[in-house]
């Protein structure tokens, strides 16, 4: 069993950056592809962005490419997602998420973690 815990949420002026962290609590964190997803109230899971087992290769959705940054450091089994220049429509709960090998829906992750709050004011 993988869990995930995630942190660094907060409120943040718009235009400011954040540093979101997912860390595991699995010993075979390693040997898991990761992704961040986002979900607001009445709407679906979103994708944000994944990154494979080693950190080689990232996928990022359209609408964050330029401003997030994903990254791991498996020696410390924790994800972290930088977003900079940030907007207020990004807010919204954050999620991060575990499973066998890349991928960039939803349904195909197996473990999530709990959430973590992001607020960017105007």
């Known amino acids: 069993q993988v869990q995930l815990v995630e942190s660094g949420g907060g409120l943040v002026q718009a235009g400011g950056s954040l540093r979101l962290s997912c860390v595991s609590s699995g010993r075979f964190f390693a040997t898991y592809a990761l992704g961040w997803f986002r979900q607001g109230p009445g709407k679906e899971r979103e994708f944000v962005v994944a990154i494979n087992r080693s950190g080689s290769v990232t996928r990022y959705a359209d609408s964050v490419k330029v401003r997030f940054t994903v990254s791991r450091d498996n020696a410390k089994n924790t994800v972290y997602l930088q977003m900079d220049s940030l907007k207020p429509e990004v807010t919204t709960v954050y999620y991060c998420?575990?499973?066998?090998?890349?991928?960039?829906?939803?349904?195909?992750?197996?473990?999530w973690g709990q959430g973590t709050q992001v607020t960017v004011s105007s």
């Open positions: 998420a575990a499973r066998e090998s890349l991928a960039t829906t939803a349904h195909r992750y197996d473990y």
